[in-house]
């Protein structure tokens, strides 16, 4: 059997392959993360559970806007760490919470 070919084949799909399946992870962690901790306020769409609505009011609820989206990572980040009105300061660590507001902003495409 020549090996040649599947080697050559390996060498050019592996570091193809690479990006995506860490992205792959990285989105999976992301949207755990999110329904985890975020999912039960802001709904898995990110519009705002209704529910929640009921209980705190619908005010900050959709983090899925324009104006949220327009704000900086570094922003938002702060809003997740710290809290800021209702919502609570993240108990998730510095990653997941970034990997949240990656999902998010997948969320809101
Ligand atoms: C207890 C309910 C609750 C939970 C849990 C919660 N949030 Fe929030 N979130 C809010 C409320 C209420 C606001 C609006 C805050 C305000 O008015 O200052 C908000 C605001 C935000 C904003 C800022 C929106 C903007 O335009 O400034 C982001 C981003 C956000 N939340 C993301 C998250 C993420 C990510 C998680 C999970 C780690 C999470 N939230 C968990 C209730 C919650």
Redesign the pocket.
């Known amino acids: 059997m020549n090996l040649k070919p599947t080697l050559t084949a390996a060498f050019i799909i592996l570091p193809l392959a690479w990006p995506i399946t860490s992205f792959a992870a990285d989105s999976d962690a992301g949207r755990t993360?999110?329904e985890k901790?975020?999912a039960?306020?802001?709904g898995k769409d990110g519009k705002g559970n209704p529910g929640?609505a009921k209980v705190?009011g619908e005010?900050?609820?959709n983090?899925v806007g324009k104006?949220?989206m327009q704000?900086s990572d570094e922003q938002?980040l702060k809003?997740?760490s710290e809290g800021?009105?209702?919502?609570?300061a993240?108990k998730?660590s510095k990653d997941d919470?970034k990997h949240?507001?990656n999902y998010?902003r997948s969320l809101a495409k």
């Open positions: 993360a999110y901790s975020c039960g306020c802001h929640m705190i005010k900050g609820l983090v104006e949220t704000k938002l809003i997740i800021s009105g209702k919502m609570p993240s998730l919470q949240a507001l998010l």
